[in-house]
């Protein structure tokens, strides 16, 4: 029976490498979007393909299917943003620290961050491109045949670029930082005013707020505090400064206090050799 | 025969006899046992009162009602009734009494563990005394023989099987005869009489006394080896015997001749049980028990007096009127006598001090795992002496004769009491002098004035209990002593283990400079008759010899110094008179002095000072010169060149001893101690030519460099001032691999990080990219200033070191003295969104932990980690080039980058901060082992690593004054590990809790280290103590140790060698210095000079970081060709089966007839990779 061509509705297509003897595996189908956009012309010209090869950028794409499926022309493809990312999940760091409607970015960008790993979205630019390219990928599917694979070979430039690009063009992001401040700096007027006009806390009050407090998140404090030692140390500091050794009672229930105290230590203290000996500590040599 | 049959009874029944003596002091034993009872008693009113000082009369004296009235547990008004319900009045009673006489209840409980664990089998004492029994029967069916010449009883034996083992020199004619006489008596002694013996991992000698009759020695036979020929005799007849009647009464043994305690004088017979078929034999291989045979003299046969250590009792022909001191020989002669009496002494001690056999143990113990014994190789100080002195010293041995320790003592009191005494009163230079008069209680006194040799005083039997101790081993026993102390006054830490389980005895960690020294012959031509009859042996002689001539030599720089012999068995065979083997190599190990050890001038007297001038130049020779201080003062001195890497203690001990010792004699000095620093790479420098690869010099440097660029910023014209700009790289605390050197742009910690704060402000926006966004616009305005206005050059870079912040950028600034530091912004607003969005993240709160920790370690943990260890690096002069060392060493495994560099900064501090059970090392190959010797031991599942960062640990003790950790502070800091570990028992995410004062998490630094690298961690350093202890330290073991195990990866990618060697500031290996020329200037784009391979590396992590472990050189530069390897294995959880998901994250392929499964596809990515890599790609090698 050898490799099956389609699991739980993907289709898998064996892919060639070049220099390698063993194939490389696609799963693809029809990308389905939630109701919401169904009206959208997007609907049933995207591909969602699974387990995409290293590299995989729209340059590669194209050239695949220029091979595989001629006129399927590509508008756009997004890719997972984890592809290229040692973590397993994206983490939006705006959306956690603020409720500001910062979303500037389009939704490509939001779309490219829910994608898992490995995974791509390519879109045709009609359907009828859509159709040619998934048929003709299904047809290669089914017979099970490996395509060759564009692979656009590296060498150590690319490296050097990749240092290169670290660098970054001190008038492109000053530019870019400004326009960032703006469109923040807008956010959050936006968001004061609805603040202002609208926050009233648990028991009913309207609450004042001062210049400086922004957002919802930073009045309510939604933080939790770190416990550290320091925390405990001025704690510590804060003792009272009344006699406790007056009474008889007082020594009386200190006495109390220390024996139970001394006690329970012993017990602790038992039980931590016992716990010892079972794991054979107190062997000397 | 009244006689013989008297010993009979008292060897056979040796345990009832003990028994009667314990009926008989019975009421003496009672008595004592109240006295007891009153001690703790005193003791536990001392305490009470000073509780509660302060109180008035009557409220005292019913609290001590209390206490006393509570053990019966009668009282009812007590308001702990409801607890007794529970608890017995017992475990208060046990409760109470282990928290006051013992350091804790804990360290009571692990005592009483422990002797339980070192107790002997009963089956095996039950075995060993049949077999003495039947031993002792064989011995008394000796038949005698009388008056024999000297030729008579040589023609006795069969010289084939058994020779007569007369010492040195070997009698030729004598006017007096030989003669066997059954013994006069027949006993155990040692431990195994005392029931102080302990189990050991190769078994224990029984020590049996034979005491030769009295009717056989004249009064004068303690001169000149008279006694001890007789004994010879008395000894080879005994074993002639023994042979056929043990074969003839089934105890089949071996007898061989063995020196006790290393001393010549005093040949034994060594008996070891042979394993046989025959099951009529009583054999005791398996206890593996041995018996000495120790023929010894009847009590009291020599006038005592003339045997005085200052007396010469050997007389040789000589040209000087007065013959030396033989006090060796004496000694020898005055133990002979009194093995069955000491150890009456001592049985009458442990009868009279409950404590006192529990805390032999403990004793026998600490020393054992030092490396103490009685034999003279081993310091002389073991079992014996200790029990000894702890006798002497509950009889008083104070200063006035007070008593230092008290008969109602717990073991443990009574076990810190002698440590403390060893460790504060000086045995060297004062004496204590006891009697062991049995029955009289006579006060033992110390004496400031003492002879300059460690003694302890019998005045009973005028012996020296420490005869077999030198200057030198009593030194380091004093040292132990000290250091076990410090630990013993712990009170935050349980030093439990340090103290008595783990042993500390293997010679390159205790000692900072290990040397081997084999003696030529004709050295032996030096030691004439007279320095025969002074030190007995070649080998006292020699040792002597090379302390002298070293301790004059090294002077304040050393603060030890040890000389043993290498280690040969003993043993011989009784048809030998004498070791066929002698050994003619010496381990001499030196432990320094910090402050002193590298000076490179060793000052003398005055010049005015003509004697001493005059002998500060014969000692030095040609070396000696004088000079002129600055201070006007003008004295000898001698001035030393340091040669490359060559610790100055070396140059002058090889001086030194090819002066006075024997002329070639450094060509049989070796030592790996420079093995060690030559694997450090040597900076290229202009100096380079005198500097040393452990050297500071260029990391000070950098720190200028930085003040310098501090300066500047500071005073740049901002729109919000800069309040601190705090070092936060490894670079600027003396603890990167490579020595920072100018323009070096190829070494990985070329940029220093630093963490730039500005002025307090409140309008920095409430939204994390915002901000980032905003510290970009300031580093811009910076980044403008410095191009325009200085000489410094900067750009700016995306960075990427937080996981899902993308908007950070640092500010990259080259100074013109060649350095690079990469500036980052914190706010005052930074932490608090960070843990919002902790706060906020719901299901991947773990996730956001990591973020929030990633942030904390290059914001925050970092500038105090660099505060910390700056500190520290200055204190700890030879922190720095270790701590190098171990990175070296982690990067030739290919691990150094999977950890963080603060986290193996912390591990290499331990020895320093923390370095029980040895001490502070103060060389780099000390303090490299060690830190490998800790890793191998720690077992990180069950066991935190606190660290206590105070320069110094013994410090003032003023509690003020230090910032040592509280004991509520350690407590917080241990809860914090409980309960990591209540939800990862096994350690799975957090393998290394590694805290300090900086850090209570404990895993701030290890967090994101994978359990596979934390276990190859381990086994790698195992693997290393392993091969040292196996194979010693040698080139080849060194060069071992520095090899990666590629093998054990699943594949291993060659990749191109690039020669990154100059550009990372690395002198080429085997070059000429002054043909390299050093670098002077910033290539035009910096990025060329960067390592590819680090950016392949990199890119394969991210690709397939999440089923891959990928390990590679982080330096290319260092080492052989520039060659550098990236291995990998596989996350075993990557390779199962699994059902089709699109969130799998690896590359996979269906499984073959199988519907609906994947399995990953290594083939594809492996061929992927090679792709990857394009032509940085050599080879793959996958292991099948």
């Known amino acids: ?285 | 025969m009244g006689k013989r049959k008297a010993a009979q009874v008292k060897f056979a029944s040796e345990v009832q006899e003990r028994q009667i003596e314990v009926e008989d002091e019975e009421r003496e034993e009672s008595q004592y046992g109240n006295e007891a009872q009153d001690r703790r008693d005193e003791n536990h009113e001392d305490e009470e009162e000073q509780l509660e000082n302060g109180f008035d009369e009557e409220d005292e004296e019913e609290d001590d009602e209390d206490s006393t009235s509570g053990t019966g547990g009668s009282s009812t008004q007590r308001p702990t009734k409801k607890q007794k319900k529970q608890l017995t009045a017992q475990d208060i009673q046990v409760a109470r009494e282990t928290a006051e006489l013992f350091k804790s209840n804990i360290f009571k409980l692990q005592i009483d563990e422990l002797m339980k664990e070192l107790r002997i089998k009963e089956s095996h004492i039950h075995k060993i005394e049949k077999a003495l029994h039947r031993l002792h029967d064989l011995i008394s069916k000796i038949p005698p023989i009388q008056k024999l010449t000297l030729q008579q009883a040589e023609g006795h034996f069969n010289s084939k099987k058994v020779v007569i083992p007369f010492p040195d020199p070997k009698p030729t004619k004598l006017n007096y005869t030989f003669s066997y006489l059954q013994p006069e008596d027949v006993s155990l002694v040692g431990s195994f009489g005392l029931k102080t013996g302990i189990s050991q991992p190769h078994g224990s000698t029984i020590d049996v006394a034979i005491t030769m009759p009295r009717e056989l020695f004249q009064p004068k036979d303690y001169l000149n080896y008279r006694a001890l020929y007789k004994r010879a005799f008395y000894m080879a007849y005994l074993a002639d015997h023994l042979i056929p009647l043990s074969k003839k009464n089934n105890l089949p043994i071996k007898i061989s001749h063995h020196f006790l305690n290393d001393d010549i004088l005093c040949p034994v017979l060594r008996l070891e049980s042979i394993s046989t078929d025959n099951p009529e034999d009583l054999t005791f291989h398996k206890t593996k028990f041995s018996i000495n045979l120790i023929i010894s003299f009847p009590f009291g046969i020599f006038d005592n007096k003339k045997l005085l250590p200052d007396k010469n009792c050997i007389r040789v022909q000589a040209d000087t009127e007065e013959l030396p001191p033989t006090p060796l020989y004496n000694a020898t002669i005055l133990s002979m006598t009194s093995f069955d009496y000491y150890l009456k002494y001592l049985y009458t001690t442990k009868k009279s001090t409950e404590a006192f056999k529990d805390a032999c143990i403990l004793g026998r113990l600490w020393l054992k795992q030092r490396g103490f014994g009685s034999s003279i190789n081993e310091g002389g100080f073991g079992h014996f002496e200790f029990a000894i002195l702890m006798s002497a010293l509950l009889n008083g041995g104070g200063l006035n004769g007070n008593k230092i320790l008290l008969h109602g003592f717990s073991s443990y009191q009574l076990f810190k009491g002698v440590i403390k005494y060893l460790a504060t009163m000086d045995l060297s230079s004062g004496y204590l002098s006891f009697s062991s008069l049995i029955g009289e209680n006579i006060t033992s006194k110390y004496d400031s004035a003492g002879f300059n040799v460690p003694t302890i005083f019998d005045k009973n039997i005028k012996l020296n209990i420490l005869w077999k101790m030198t200057q030198s081993t009593y030194q380091n026993l004093q040292d132990q002593a000290q250091e076990s102390l410090h630990l013993l006054n712990d009170v935050v830490k349980d030093r439990f283990d340090s103290i008595l389980l783990q042993n500390s005895n293997f010679d390159h960690m205790k000692y900072d400079i290990v040397l081997n020294l084999s003696i030529p012959t004709d050295l032996q031509d030096s030691f004439g008759p007279l320095e025969k009859i002074s030190f007995i042996s070649f080998d006292n002689f020699v040792k002597n010899k090379i302390y002298v001539i070293l301790k004059r030599a090294l002077g304040e720089r050393i603060t030890s110094l040890v000389i043993k012999s290498e280690k040969v068995s003993n043993l011989f065979p009784i048809s030998k008179r004498k070791p066929t083997n002698s050994s003619n190599n010496y381990i001499i190990g030196v432990k320094l002095n910090p402050e002193e050890c590298d000076k490179l001038v060793t000052r003398g007297p005055n010049n005015d000072e003509q004697e001493l001038g005059l002998k500060f130049r014969a000692f030095w020779g040609s070396k000696a010169s004088l000079r002129r201080f600055k201070v006007g003062t003008i004295q000898h001195c001698v001035v030393w060149t340091p040669k490359d890497n060559e610790p100055l203690v070396l140059s002058i001990v090889k001086f030194a001893l090819d002066l006075h010792l024997h002329p070639e004699i450094s060509q049989h000095l070796t030592t790996e101690i420079t093995s060690f620093t030559d694997k450090l790479p040597l900076p290229l420098l202009p100096s380079s030519s005198n500097q040393v690869s452990a050297s500071t010099t260029s990391f000070t440097s950098l720190r200028t460099s930085f003040e310098n660029m501090n300066k500047i910023i500071t005073n740049l014209n901002l729109p919000l001032g800069v309040k601190s700009i705090s070092a936060a790289s490894t670079g600027l605390r003396f603890s990167s691999l490579l020595q920072p050197v100018p323009f070096a742009v190829s070494n990985p910690d070329f940029w220093n990080d630093v963490v730039l704060t500005f002025e307090t402000s409140t309008r920095w926006p409430d939204e994390i990219s915002a901000l980032e966004k905003t510290k970009t616009a300031f580093l811009l305005k910076i980044n403008e200033l410095l191009n325009n206005d200085t000489t410094y050059k900067s750009f700016i870079t995306k960075d990427d070191s937080i996981p899902f912040n993308e908007n950070i950028t640092l500010l990259n600034v080259l100074t013109p003295e060649g350095y690079g530091f990469r500036i980052r912004v914190l706010t005052e607003r930074d932490e608090v969104l960070y843990l919002r969005a902790v706060a906020n993240s719901e299901k991947q709160k773990a996730l956001m932990q990591d973020v929030y920790l990633k942030f904390n370690q290059k914001y925050i943990g970092a500038v105090k980690h660099t505060r910390t260890v700056t500190q520290l690096a200055h204190h700890f002069q030879f922190y720095s080039s270790t701590v190098r060392l171990f990175k070296l060493w982690l990067d030739s495994q290919l691990l150094l980058q999977h950890f963080t560099d603060e986290l193996i900064e912390l591990i290499a501090l331990k020895p320093f901060v923390d370095p029980a059970p040895y001490s502070v090392p103060h060389s780099l190959e000390n303090g490299f082992l060690q830190i490998l010797n800790f890793l191998a031991n720690w077992n990180w599942k069950e066991e935190s690593l606190i660290l206590d960062l105070v320069k110094s640990s013994v410090t003032t003790e003023d509690e003020k004054l230090n910032d040592k950790l509280t004991v509520q502070a350690y407590r917080i800091i241990e809860q914090n590990f409980e309960k990591i570990r209540s939800t990862d028992p096994s350690g799975i995410k957090t393998q290394f809790f590694v805290a300090s004062k900086d850090d209570p998490s404990g895993i701030l630094w290890s967090n994101q280290l994978a359990l596979p690298i934390s276990s190859r961690l381990t086994a790698l350093t195992r693997a290393a103590i392993q091969l040292i202890k196996k194979d010693g330290l040698s080139d080849s073991t060194i060069d071992l140790i520095f090899t990666p195990a590629l093998k054990d990866y699943d594949f291993a990618i060659n990749v191109k060698s690039v020669n990154l060697t100059s550009s990372s500031g690395i002198l080429p290996p085997n070059t000429f210095k002054n043909l390299i020329t050093p670098l002077t200037s910033f290539p035009n784009d910096i990025s060329t000079k960067y390592d590819l391979i680090q950016a392949y590396v990199d890119e394969l992590n991210k690709k397939y970081g999440n089923s891959i472990i990928f390990s590679s050189k982080k330096f290319t530069g260092v080492g052989e060709g520039d060659s550098n390897v990236v291995a990998g294995i596989f996350v075993p959880m990557a390779l199962n089966k699994k059902k089709f998901r699109v969130n799998i994250g690896v590359n996979s392929k269906p499984v073959e007839d199988s519907s609906g499964e994947l399995v990953i596809n290594k083939e594809a990515i492996y061929n992927q990779m090679t792709l990857l890599g394009g032509d940085l790609v050599q080879s793959i090698k996958i292991r099948k």
């Open chain 1, 1 to 285: 029976m050898g490799v099956a061509s389609e699991i739980k509705g993907f289709y898998v297509l064996p892919l060639e490498f070049p220099e390698s003897k063993t194939f490389h595996y696609i799963y693809f189908k029809k990308h389905e979007t939630k109701s919401s956009e169904s009206t959208n012309s997007n609907q049933n010209t995207s591909l969602f393909v699974y387990n995409l090869p290293i590299n995989t950028s729209i340059t590669s794409l194209k050239k695949f299917f220029q091979d595989v499926s001629i006129g399927a022309t590509i508008s756009s493809f997004i890719p997972s943003k984890l592809t290229d990312y040692p973590e397993d999940v994206w983490l939006d760091l705006t959306s956690l620290t603020s409720d500001l409607e910062l979303n500037n970015s389009n939704s490509e960008e939001s779309e490219s961050q829910k994608l898992p790993k490995n995974c791509g979205i390519i879109k045709f630019i009609d359907k009828s491109s859509f159709q040619l390219a998934f048929n003709s990928l299904k047809k290669l599917s089914a017979q099970s045949k490996p395509t060759k694979w564009a692979f656009e070979t590296i060498d150590s430039t690319y490296y050097l670029k990749k240092y290169q690009n670290q660098i970054l063009n001190s008038e492109e992001i000053s530019t870019q930082v400004s326009q960032a401040l703006i469109d923040f700096d807008k956010a959050e007027q936006d968001s004061i005013n609805q603040i202002h006009s609208n926050l009233v806390d648990e028991d009913g009050f309207t609450m004042v707020v001062g210049s400086h407090r922004k957002t919802k998140a930073g009045i309510l404090g939604k933080q939790r505090l770190a416990a550290t030692v320091e925390l405990n140390k001025a704690q510590g500091k804060l003792k009272k400064k009344e006699r406790e050794d007056f009474y008889r009672f007082q020594l009386r229930e200190r006495k109390k206090e220390e024996m139970n105290q001394l006690l329970l230590k012993f017990k602790e203290d038992q039980e931590k050799v016992r716990l010892m000996r079972e794991k054979k500590r107190f062997r000397p040599y």
